[in-house]
């Protein structure tokens, strides 16, 4: 909005018709004006003119007067526009003053002196932007010699701005700085497709490209100075002044049209009014409004003969017109006048100004009830109802004791230690470097209720609900959004109720291993359909491969129905990336049990590099997921990458130096395309709305859910959408297009093959073939749904806490080989002795954790049936999910509710007559003997006998509680179990 018109011409009229006018002196009506053009006004029998109903002169498809107010009387008003958002009429005028009105009615809504997102005014030496209620957001000044005259918008954040000077200026909204400066100056501006026209004072008309303003055309066809210009469609439309005698300037009532087609002019158009403003509006044709600046207006075809008969005249009162425009809609006029009138037109009774107007925000009414009115002639009036000021010297009884009103200082905190430690004394100065530990110019305050530790409370407001589970001075977080823990019993997890924490079918994951702070990022790598299938589809042969070891976790949670999982696979592959460990992604255990960790820089970090080792890891190895769109080249070679396409897009910078010379470089970028959104938020878990319907049943496409490690809680939209910055800070938003996997094929086939049965090689150098404990099985040979097979996985204890599996069956006898310093190898327990882990010196057949989980992938994917003891623990260590159908353990086979579990060794010696896991512990015999006990609980069960099963098991825990649960040291029989006997272990 331009307080001093779009035109220099503006200023060349004297102020003197800017007083107000006084009763009975209103100038009388022009005698060489023609009454018939007196569209919307009758005259009185003094000459006077006189408003008459709309009605009476509404006419179909012609502009008429609506409505009329005065902004301030007296006053030009110099620059008019309408809201391109809203239904709000805009006007300036020339003290800097902007007022709003509301509808075609025209109420007022806000009125301020100027000088979503704002209103821009401009004027001759500053740009300000106030929001439509009157706020300032900024003011910028320009520098000295300035003379602004009109501005544009090329874009949501940037803008042009031209005047009298001999430069344009290019505006930053964002950054409120000037951008770019283009010469030569231009007084008038308009934007039509790519091209941009300018006006400038000695009457040329420029065309030049927007991105770079470079001259395209100039259409140089006036002999004197430019008033106004438009552009629609293949015609530009100009009025000027001509030159009359001495240095006098006239309106030329001759319009130049021109033809951008051939870039010449047509015939020109004559018109009946002196022509100070034109535009298009193209409702029905592409007719032209010429204004005058007496308030004629006269409306005509750029390609015809204008018809006097086209001729309107706005109220003016005499007034002079010094603005005027039209709205997005073609529905309305608005002019302003010198004496500060506002007169809106319109082509029909009801207008809008806009297509899809936004609702406007009115002030709410005032809630205070107006003072009752008193009768002053009851005798009986108390005093408190009449107001008055209180002059009493005496103390008031809301008066603070002197010793309650008195300032008590704050202690100051103690020193960081690390200060201390690093302090340079000079004099009685003292200088350390800065740890950065704290916010910069902030102090916490004491609470005398709490003792505060200011070491854990200098990083402000924790980034993640760790470390801050129930202290209510921070802030109170609700219980669902802190930091769950799993409290362990003497049965382990057992007895823990995980359903108590997800009622829903989506699996959550475990919190308590190190590194889990990934699990909020891995749901949301779930919950992406084409990067599920993407790593689902995926296998190769090296070990440590992060989109492999993502693949199995989806899978186990594909199968899981509301069961927790844990992702330790995949974070031991992660701890082996030298990339994690050279970005500090791999936190130590100190660091994340004390919140001391910067999670949200540290996911942030963490999503940039997973994206990227996806991408590489997938790169040459992508399947049945081939994108089914148009291939293009995104991050290099990249082209058949799902990672690239999804998250890659292609961003060119170019530089312009003063010769007009460009040079670009092509970047690459992984940022987000925002194209037709859908929202999602992170917080230490994740809320999103309920995947397709086909990959989880039993849930709707609207309802939100909040993912906090193992805790699932569906929550409402307002609550996903609604972010308390003292709490709840996102750390990554990711934005999904609608229908955005429709370009994907999200089959998922299973790569996993029988040929991981067969023979392999052994990754020991000293193992022989006269060595071998196990017969790989042939193609011929494969298992089938439904077979049994004996299962017994053995441990050791690592250096970092976690278990490592060794799993010996007959036709598996797998050593897994580590990397990781070993603590205790429990060979009581295991029968794994020292060296037999090493490649270099191990003769046990060994082979990599990837290699033997392939195998029991396989094995569960067909359908086989297990059999052993303590399976649960097993799978759970080895990161294998079972369903329920195909485990058969032992261990409760042989129990009873509320009673011990008994151990293997117990019930072979009790069942089979057995002396297992004597001086060794044998897996292999371990499996065997399972096996036999599940068809001895066969044989014991058959026909249904199951008071007999019961009786058995009775005998048994009293035999048990006798001996103490110990085996007797003297064989009870000669049942030590043939080998050929017990040889198959695929039944």
Request: proline letters at 5%; one cysteine or more; a negative charge.
């Amino acid at each position: 909005m331009n307080f001093d018109g779009l035109d220099p011409g503006m200023g060349e009229y004297a102020p003197a018709l800017h007083g107000s006018l006084e009763p009975g002196m209103e100038p009388s009506m022009d005698p060489r004006l023609n009454p018939v053009l007196l569209q919307g006004v009758e005259l009185n029998p003094d000459g006077f003119t006189v408003a008459v109903p709309e009605s009476v002169h509404m006419m179909e498809g012609m502009f008429s007067e609506l409505h009329s107010v005065h902004a301030e009387v007296g006053v030009p008003v110099t620059a008019t526009h309408f809201d391109l958002q809203e239904e709000l009429l805009w006007m300036g005028n020339h003290r800097g003053h902007g007022m709003s009105f509301f509808g075609p009615t025209m109420g007022r809504y806000s009125s301020f002196q100027s000088m979503e997102t704002g209103v821009l005014f401009l004027s001759k030496s500053n740009l300000k932007c106030q929001t439509r209620g009157g706020l300032v957001m900024f003011d910028y000044l320009m520098e000295e010699g300035a003379d602004m005259h009109s501005l544009l918008m090329t874009g949501n954040n940037a803008m042009l701005m031209g005047g009298l000077q001999n430069y344009v200026l290019e505006f930053d909204l964002n950054t409120v700085q000037q951008t770019q400066r283009y010469s030569p100056g231009v007084a008038i501006m308009r934007q039509y497709n790519r091209f941009l026209f300018c006006g400038n004072i000695s009457g040329k008309v420029s065309l030049c490209d927007l991105r770079t303003f470079k001259l395209e055309h100039e259409f140089d066809a006036f002999s004197s100075s430019l008033s106004d210009f438009d552009v629609h469609g293949n015609l530009l439309a100009a009025c000027w002044f001509s030159s009359r005698g001495m240095n006098e300037l006239a309106c030329d009532r001759f319009l130049m049209v021109f033809d951008l087609r051939m870039m010449r002019t047509v015939t020109p158009l004559q018109v009946h009014v002196d022509p100070l403003f034109l535009c298009f509006i193209p409702t029905y044709t592409s007719r032209l409004a010429i204004i005058s600046q007496t308030g004629q207006c006269q409306f005509c075809e750029p390609t015809g003969l204008a018809n006097l008969a086209d001729v309107f005249h706005v109220n003016t009162v005499g007034q002079l017109l010094m603005s005027f425009d039209v709205s997005s809609s073609k529905q309305a006029l608005v002019f302003g006048d010198s004496g500060g009138g506002v007169h809106l037109w319109s082509d029909a009774p009801e207008v809008s100004y806009n297509g899809y107007s936004q609702e406007t925000e009115f002030a709410l009414p005032c809630l205070v009830d107006s003072l009752p009115q008193l009768d002053w002639i009851h005798d009986l009036l108390p005093l408190s109802l009449i107001p008055m000021p209180f002059t009493s010297s005496e103390p008031l009884l809301s008066d603070w004791v002197t010793t309650q009103a008195t300032p008590s200082p704050r202690r100051a905190p103690p020193v960081d230690p690390e200060i201390l430690h690093t302090m340079k004394t000079v004099g009685f100065v003292g200088y350390a470097p800065n740890p950065h530990t704290r916010p910069r110019d902030q102090v916490p305050y004491k609470i005398k209720e709490v003792e505060l530790d200011f070491d854990n409370y200098n990083q402000g407001v924790p980034e993640s609900p760790i470390g801050r589970d129930e202290e209510p001075h921070i802030y109170m977080v609700p219980k669902k959004y802190r930091k769950v823990t799993i409290k362990y019993s003497k049965l382990g997890l057992e007895d823990f109720d995980f359903k108590h924490y997800n009622r829903t079918l989506f699996a959550g994951l475990e919190p308590h291993i190190p590194n889990a702070y990934c699990n909020c990022m891995i749901q949301v790598l779930y919950f992406l359909e084409p990067i599920r299938c993407l790593v689902q589809n995926h296998l190769c042969q090296k070990e440590f491969c992060l989109a492999c070891e993502l693949g199995f976790l989806f899978h186990m949670l594909d199968l899981s129905r509301g069961d927790p999982c844990l992702a330790s696979n995949f974070l031991r592959a992660f701890r082996t990336i030298p990339e994690a460990s050279a970005l500090c992604l791999i936190l130590a255990d100190s660091d994340e049990q004390t919140g001391k960790a910067r999670l949200g820089r540290l996911i942030q970090s963490w999503n940039r590099f997973i994206l990227t080792q996806l991408h590489q890891e997938t790169q040459e190895q992508e399947g049945p997921q081939a994108y089914r769109g148009a291939s293009s080249s995104v991050l290099g070679s990249s082209g058949e990458s799902v990672i690239g396409r999804k998250f890659g897009c292609e961003v060119e910078n170019s530089s312009l130096c003063r010769c007009g010379k460009e040079t670009a470089h092509t970047c690459l970028y992984k940022v987000p395309q925002l194209t037709k959104q859908q929202p999602s938020h992170e917080v230490d878990g994740i809320a999103r709305r309920a995947p397709r319907q086909d990959c989880v049943k039993g849930v709707t496409h609207q309802q939100w859910y909040l993912f906090n490690d193992f805790l699932i809680e569906p929550i409402d939209k307002a609550e996903a959408a609604q972010f308390d910055v003292n709490w709840k800070l996102p750390a990554i938003l990711y934005y999904a297009k609608r229908n955005y996997h429709s370009k994907y094929d999200l089959r998922i086939k299973n790569p996993i093959e029988a040929s991981v049965l067969l023979t392999e090689a052994s990754l020991a150098r000293k193992q022989r073939k006269s060595h071998a404990t196990f017969i790989p099985l042939m193609v011929s040979e494969m298992p089938q749904a439904g077979d049994l097979v004996g299962l017994d996985a053995e441990f050791v204890t690592l250096n970092q806490e976690e278990a490592e599996l060794r799993s010996d069956v007959p036709f598996i006898d797998d050593y897994i080989s580590t990397q990781e310093q070993v603590v205790d190898y429990l060979t009581q327990y295991s029968g794994i002795k020292p060296g037999d882990l090493d490649a270099k010196i191990s003769s046990k057949h060994l082979t990599t954790l990837k290699s033997t989980y392939l195998k029991l992938r396989f094995l569960i994917d067909t359908g086989v049936r297990f059999v052993g003891h303590g399976l649960q623990k097993d799978f759970r260590v080895i990161n294998l999910l079972v369903l329920k159908d195909q485990v058969v353990d032992t261990v409760y086979l042989f129990h009873m509710p509320r009673k011990k579990m008994i151990s293997l060794h117990f019930l072979a010696w009790y069942f089979l007559d057995l002396n297992i896991q004597g001086e060794n512990h044998d897996s292999i015999e371990d499996a065997r003997t399972a096996l036999a006990l599940y068809r001895k609980y066969l044989e014991l069960s058959c026909g249904g006998a199951i008071d007999e099963v019961r009786k058995v098991l009775k005998g048994l825990y009293e035999k048990g509680r006798k001996l103490d649960w110990k085996v007797p040291d003297c064989d009870t029989g000669d049942g030590q179990g043939s080998p050929k006997s017990m040889k198959l272990a695929l039944q």
